[in-house]
Nanobody, 125 residues
């Protein structure tokens, strides 16, 4: 049974930082593409960042480029999202996704097979 468990969300003031974690189990993590998406109230889920199986290739949405960093630890089966210089518009539920058996970066939501339950990030102005 595949499980993705996000953690690290919370309430932070604008300009602050948070680090999200997504711990995976039940899948071949080291051969899985991983990504972070977010969904704000009343909006569709949107792509935030993605990382390939080795961690050597990453890709970001323009809205977070230069502020967020995605990384992974294949030994710990965990993917991270370091978020800095947070803005009120970053407020959303953040989800991690996994696509086993894919070596490249995946930015399309429909390609991911598994999702976590999400973690709330709230940025106050």
């Amino acid at each position: 049974q595949v499980q993705l468990v996000e953690s690290g969300g919370g309430l932070v003031q604008a300009g602050g930082s948070l680090r999200l974690s997504c711990a995976a189990s039940g899948l071949a993590f080291s051969s899985s593409a991983m990504g972070w998406f977010r969904q704000a109230p009343g909006k569709e889920r949107e792509f935030v960042a993605a990382i390939n199986f080795s961690g050597r290739a990453v890709y970001y949405a323009d809205s977070v480029k230069g502020r967020f960093t995605i990384s992974r630890d294949n030994d710990k089966k965990t993917v991270y999202l370091q978020m800095m210089s947070l803005k009120p518009e970053d407020t959303a539920v953040y989800y991690c996704g996994a696509r086993p058996g894919v070596s490249w970066i995946v930015t399309s939501e429909s390609v991911y097979d598994y999702w976590g339950q999400g973690t709330q990030v709230t940025v106050s102005s």
